[in-house]
């Protein structure tokens, strides 16, 4: 099972949006509504950002929001805040039930 | 408050075997699917295994056959045995919780190095 792909990185200034793409294949993304997405800082455990594609668990901000397209699901950030830099995750339920994780996106806060 | 906590990382030889264990509190344990997820350092997350609550189990394709992922719910906890080591299996391995479809609690990380 290949990793979903993900850009290496992205930036942006605080109070722009950003957006960040997930491209999977129709054995993961494309198949199922399972797609959330982990935010992680610098030696801490992953947290979840979006579940189920779009859904803001309990304590998540609205700036964050999820979609999907096919095989391409999206993470956008908006109103950026210098504490949103940190890496990014995507993640899928796949046909072989099991589960991929995307390469990570470094989001830097300019 | 849900809390999952790891332990029995550390040093290991190539070839050979470590058990990892991950204490689970704050929620009815034996409802849940449970996951070991691991890092490189500095690199990606990397799903390695999972176990339902029936006990059905599942494994990515590199550890397949190496791992063996189980449960104990009168313990609230549940293991990954490490037979086989190789270097390449170097890394944070982190105990989540899967809550229909997502993991959605994580423990905090245990370091297993694999080193001659």
């Known amino acids: 099972q290949s990793a979903l792909t993900q850009p290496a990185s992205v930036s942006g200034s605080p109070g722009q949006s950003i957006t960040i793409s997930c491209s999977g294949t129709s054995s993961d993304v494309g198949s199922y509504d399972y797609v959330s997405w982990f935010q992680q800082h610098p030696g801490e455990a992953p947290k979840l950002m979006i579940s189920d594609v779009n859904k803001r668990p309990s304590g998540v901000s609205n700036r964050f929001s999820g979609s999907k397209f096919g095989n391409k699901a999206s993470l956008t950030i908006s109103g950026l805040q210098a504490e949103d830099e940190a890496d990014y995750y995507c993640?899928?339920?796949?046909?072989?039930?099991?589960?991929?994780f995307g390469g990570g996106t470094k989001l830097t806060v300019l | 408050e849900v809390q999952l906590v790891e332990s029995g990382g550390g040093l290991a030889q190539p070839g050979g075997s470590l058990r990892l264990s991950c204490a689970a509190s704050g929620f009815t344990f034996s409802i849940y699917d449970m996951h070991w997820v691991r890092q490189v350092t500095g690199k990606g997350l990397e799903w390695v295994s999972g176990?339902?609550?029936?006990?059905?189990?599942y494994y990515s394709d590199s550890v397949k056959g190496r791992f063996t992922i189980s449960r104990e719910n009168a313990k609230s906890s549940f293991y990954l045995q490490m037979d086989s080591l190789r270097a390449g299996d170097t890394a944070v391995y982190y105990c989540?919780?899967?809550?229909?479809?997502?993991?959605?609690?994580w423990g905090q990380g245990i370091l297993v190095s694999v080193s001659s």
């Open positions: 989540a919780r899967e809550n229909y479809g997502n993991f959605d609690y």
């Open positions: 176990i339902a609550t029936g006990a059905d189990t």
């Open positions: 993640c899928s339920f796949t046909s072989s039930n099991t589960w991929v």
